[in-house]
């Protein structure tokens, strides 16, 4: 399928559609969603652990951003790392680097004890909560999750002070029942799992992407919602890809509504 056709220009779209860099505030609030702040205010408070799981592409990252959205800058700092397959000590230079301090040495004691340090610093000092979101945490090391507890620990594990947000594929619940997992796993408070959505969920997610695109209108019949809910599981990100794709295939040939196989075309070009 060439991919020469504007379609944008051709539908009338004020910018580019189904991509995943929209603004916090055009999220969908799916149920979901909704259940996740939930978990997540409850959480935070308790300063203990949420978990978020789910197939790749569910939403887990664009989960995150909403939660830590309604966190203000002035009331928190929030420490976003991306988790490595690396050791320990890599996770702790992410954790420094976000907390704008310079990693030294390859003490695990003492780099544990620089970022508490600062934890400190920003609660007691600057008067601002800390919460650590770990993105990507199923690719954590079983090594790492071991120790990783130990930041937790104030007061002789009497403060609450840093609560944390890992989100991950499905197996990461897997990890953390591991024996030597368990110091971590039972500061677990609340979990997520994100699924696929329903059909009718996913009218309303093409709806609602037409919308922020700036259009009114559905584009796509009632058999094409139908193709990109099944040939997408219902995961959004791959449900981007095919209802992005089939705009193009429709633009292509005139259509100015996009069907069942326009859908078919798009799942030819995307694995």
Do not use: W
Not at 74 to 85: D, Q
Not at 112 to 125: F, N
Not at 126 to 149: G, P, Q, T
Not at 171 to 188: E, F, K, M, T
């Amino acid at each position: 399928m060439e991919m020469s056709t504007p379609y944008t220009l051709f539908f009338g779209f004020e910018k580019e559609p189904f991509t995943s860099d929209i603004a916090v505030d055009e999220i969908l609030e799916t149920d979901q969603l909704t259940g996740a702040k939930n978990r997540f205010d409850y959480s935070l408070g308790l300063g203990a652990i949420y978990l978020i799981t789910g197939e790749i592409g569910s939403g887990k990252s664009t989960a995150i951003r909403y939660l830590v959205s309604s966190l203000h800058p002035s009331e928190y700092k929030r420490i976003y790392v991306t988790a490595t397959s690396g050791s320990i000590l890599e996770l702790y230079r992410l954790i420094m680097a976000e907390l704008g301090m310079q990693p030294a040495g390859i003490s695990r004691a003492v780099m544990t004890d620089r970022i508490k340090r600062e934890v400190l610093e920003q609660i007691h000092g600057k008067k601002r909560h800390v919460v650590l979101i770990i993105d990507e945490a199923s690719l954590l090391r079983l090594e790492v999750f071991v120790e990783l507890h130990t930041l937790c620990q104030f007061e002789m594990d009497s403060k609450p002070y840093l609560p944390i947000v890992m989100a991950g594929q499905s197996h990461l619940v897997d990890h953390l029942r591991y024996p030597g997992c368990l110091p971590l796993a039972s500061r677990i408070v609340a979990k997520s799992h994100f699924i696929g959505s329903q059909k009718n969920q996913m009218q309303a997610y093409l709806q609602h992407h037409l919308s922020i695109a700036g259009i009114n209108r559905m584009l796509f019949e009632d058999d094409a919602v139908t193709a990109i809910h099944q040939g997408s599981g219902g995961i959004f990100r791959r449900a981007n890809h095919l209802a992005r794709g089939a705009l193009v295939a429709a633009a292509m040939e005139q259509h100015k509504t996009v069907n069942a196989e326009h859908v078919r075309l798009a799942a030819s070009e995307i694995l």
